[in-house]
């Protein structure tokens, strides 16, 4: 499978994640089930780690790897922090796709940090992105 079929199964998983973790978070300190919810990945990731990658690949990372790995995942667990707490303030339907935003916001980070070069799809479905977010997610008042 290419590239496109595996962000298609994420982003499967991405919205059966929104709907279970809704369910999951009420009742429940947000912090408490996103705690949970790492643990449980950690177990499950490096369980398939161990089971396809020699140990002996730790050793050969890079202090630059590290750090990279590492400020990602920081930069995870704040995500998950937040979206977790707007889950359990806000309704599904209306949380998950402000949090697809992350999708501009990866195109603008792509382009200024790993210097990707912007076509106009990008700035044509970057700006539908956020005009769909801001259409699903908006309440009129009552």
Known sequence: MNWFYWA???AIFAGITAVLAKAGVEGV???LATAIRTAVILVFTWAIALSV????D???L???TWLYLVLSAIATGL???CYF????LGEASRVAPIDKLSV???ILLAAVFLREKLTWQHFAGGALIVSGALLISWKPAA
């Open 8 to 10: 298609l199964l994420s």
């Open 29 to 31: 300190n947000s912090h």
């Open 53 to 56: 990658v020699p140990m002996s």
């Open 58 to 60: 730790i050793g050969s």
């Open 62 to 64: 890079t202090r630059r």
């Open 79 to 81: 995500s998950w922090l």
């Open 85 to 88: 707490r707007a889950l359990q």
């Open 104 to 106: 501009v916001f990866a």
